[in-house]
C-alpha cells in the first residue's frame, strides 16, 4: 500500500500538478531542503535522496484509505459517507465561558485541549494561528491561554503539518494535532509509514475539522475587498446554510457558498474527505445548532476522551436527530460527487492486475447481470 | 611501509593547505613536509584527482589551494528505518 519517491517525484506528481494541499507534511522534518513561499513548498536545492520522506509524508502522492482505517481504528467503515465510527454522532458544546465566547461554535476542540493539557496528557497541541488579518501559521500551544487564543476557524490553509515537526524538535513527547483532513490523513501517513521513523509514538492525538474546501488568502482577500469589506475589519466568517458569511463591524455579509468556488484553494478540488475521516475525533458545525458543534468520535481514545470530558463537566454533550446526522451525511456526499468528477478528470487508469480500467469504469469490473 | 609513508605524506600535505589560509606553491609544500619537489608534486597530483585540493599551473609554477569545506546538509536518511 505505498509507492516510493523522491522530491522531484513530489514536484512532478504533487506540487506542479495542482494538488498540494499545503498542508505541510513535506517540510516538517526536512527544513534544509524544503521551504514555503506563497503558500507553496518550495526547493532551491534538490537533495540527493532516492526516496524521500517528503513523498512518504504527502497525502497527495498516494494514500489507502481502508488500510489506514484497518491500522488505527481495527475495523473499515459502513458508512461511506463518513467514514468509520464509534458510538453516536452528537452535538456539544464547551461550558466554559472564556471558550464559548471566542469559539467559532462550541468550542468543543478548545475544551477538550485544555482538559487535557490539564490532566497532563498532552504537553503541547500543534494549533492554526492567525498572524496578520486572516493569514495563518501552525502554533505549538503550551497553554490553555495560547489554545483559547488559536480558537476559531480559519479559511485559508495553513501548514499545520509543520507544527508536528516544530513540536517534537521543542521536545514535546505529548502531542495533539489539530488539523483539517488532509492534515490528519498527513499525520496516519506519517504514523504508518514503513521506510521512516520520525517518533509518531508522541503524537497522542488527533482532532480533525469538517472541511469543504479552504480558499487562497490573496483571492478571498480580493473577494472580501468587492463585497466592501477590508480584511483587517473581518472578525469572523462562517459558512451557514449555503452562505459563507463575513461578520465585519457588526455587519452580516452574506455570499452564496457557490459564489466562492472560483477562490477555493485548487487542490481542495481533489479531495473527498469532508468529515476528517481519520482522526481520533472529528468536530463541524454542520448538523448543530447554532454555539453548538457536531462531533464524530473515531477511534477508542477518541470516545474515552469524549466520555470523560463530559463526565468532569468540561462539556456538555446532547442526541442529535436523524435529520440533523442526515443533513451532516448529505454535504459529505455532495463533496465527494462534486470531488469524484474531478478526480476521474485527472486520473490516470487504474491497473487491477493486468486489466487498465478508467477509474469511473470500476463498477461495471464488479457488477454482473 | 611505502603505502603508509604516501598516506602520511597526503594527510600531511592536507593539513597543511587546510591550515594556511593562502595558495602554496610546491617548493612550499615539499620543504614543509620533508620531502622532495618531485614527490610533493606527485602527491598533490593524486589529491587532485581525489578531489580533495586544487592545484594550477601558472607558466613553471604550481599553485595549491585547499577545497571548500561544504558543509553537508541533514537528509530525511536520519529517520530512514532500518532493515
Known amino acids: ?18 494538488l498540494c494541499c ?15 513561499e506563497d503558500d507553496t513548498p518550495k526547493t532551491k536545492e534538490k537533495c540527493y535522496e532516492i526516496y524521500g520522506a517528503c513523498y512518504d509524508f504527502c497525502p497527495r502522492t498516494f494514500f489507502a484509505p481502508f488500510y489506514v482505517e484497518r491500522e488505527i481504528f481495527g475495523a473499515v467503515r459502513e458508512d461511506n459517507a463518513l467514514g468509520f465510527y464509534r458510538g453516536e454522532i452528537v452535538t456539544a458544546r464547551a461550558k466554559e465561558e472564556s471558550i464559548t465566547k471566542r469559539a467559532q ?34 502554533f505549538v500551544a503550551t497553554t490553555k491561554e495560547e489554545i483559547i487564543e488559536a480558537a476559531g476557524s480559519k479559511y485559508t490553509q495553513c501548514p499545520s503539518v509543520l507544527g508536528l515537526g516544530d513540536a517534537f524538535r521543542e521536545g514535546k513527547s505529548k502531542v495533539a494535532l489539530v488539523g483539517l483532513p488532509c492534515h490528519i490523513q498527513a499525520a496516519r501517513k506519517m504514523q504508518l509509514s514503513k521506510n521512516f521513523d520520525v517518533g509518531m509514538d508522541r503524537m497522542k492525538l488527533t482532532i480533525g475539522l469538517f472541511c469543504t474546501e479552504t480558499f487562497d488568502y490573496e483571492l478571498l482577500v480580493k473577494k472580501v475587498a468587492d463585497l466592501g469589506v477590508k480584511m483587517e475589519d473581518v472578525e469572523k466568517f462562517n459558512i451557514k446554510k449555503g452562505n459563507f458569511i ?55 481514545e477518541g470516545e474515552e476522551i469524549m466520555k470523560e470530558a463530559e463526565e468532569k463537566g468540561v462539556i456538555e454533550v446532547k442526541k442529535l436527530s436523524d435529520g440533523d446526522i442526515e443533513s451532516v451525511r448529505k454535504l459529505a456526499v455532495r463533496k465527494k460527487k462534486e470531488n469524484l468528477k474531478n478526480i476521474y478528470e485527472k486520473a490516470e487508469a487504474v491497473k487491477v492486475l493486468n486489466l487498465m480500467i478508467e477509474p469511473e469504469m470500476l463498477k461495471k469490473l464488479t457488477e454482473f447481470g | 611501509m611505502h603505502t603508509e609513508n604516501k598516506i602520511d605524506i597526503k594527510k600531511r600535505i592536507l593539513e597543511m593547505v587546510a591550515e594556511k589560509a593562502e595558495p602554496l606553491t610546491l617548493v612550499e609544500i615539499a ?21 580533495k585540493i586544487n592545484v594550477k599551473k601558472y607558466g613553471k609554477s604550481w599553485i595549491v ?19
Open chain 1, 1 to 18: 500500500m505505498e509507492e516510493r519517491g523522491n522530491i522531484t517525484d513530489l514536484e512532478g506528481k504533487v506540487i506542479y500538478n495542482g
Open chain 2, 31 to 51: 620543504k614543509k613536509v620533508g620531502i622532495s619537489w618531485s614527490a610533493a608534486k606527485t602527491n598533490v597530483l593524486e589529491l587532485s584527482q581525489e578531489n
Open chain 2, 65 to 83: 589551494w585547499g577545497k571548500e569545506k561544504k558543509e553537508e546538509k541533514k537528509t530525511c536518511s536520519i529517520y530512514r528505518r532500518m532493515g
Open chain 1, 246 to 300: 463575513i461578520y465585519a463591524k457588526g455587519q452580516e455579509i452574506k455570499t452564496p457558498i457557490k459564489e466562492m468556488r472560483p477562490y477555493m484553494r485548487e487542490a481542495c478540488k481533489y479531495c473527498v474527505d469532508f468529515a476528517a475521516e481519520f482522526a481520533d475525533i472529528s468536530v463541524g458545525s454542520i448538523g448543530s445548532e447554532l454555539g453548538w458543534s457536531t462531533v464524530i468520535c473515531r477511534s477508542k
Open chain 1, 105 to 138: 461554535d462550541g468550542g468543543v476542540v478548545t475544551a477538550l485541549l485544555g482538559f487535557l493539557l490539564d490532566k497532563g496528557e498532552i504537553d503541547a497541541a500543534v494549533v492554526a494561528k492567525r498572524t496578520d488579518g486572516w493569514k495563518t501559521e501552525p
Open chain 1, 22 to 36: 499545503y498542508c505541510g507534511a513535506c517540510g516538517a522534518f526536512c527544513k534544509e531542503y524544503i521551504t514555503y
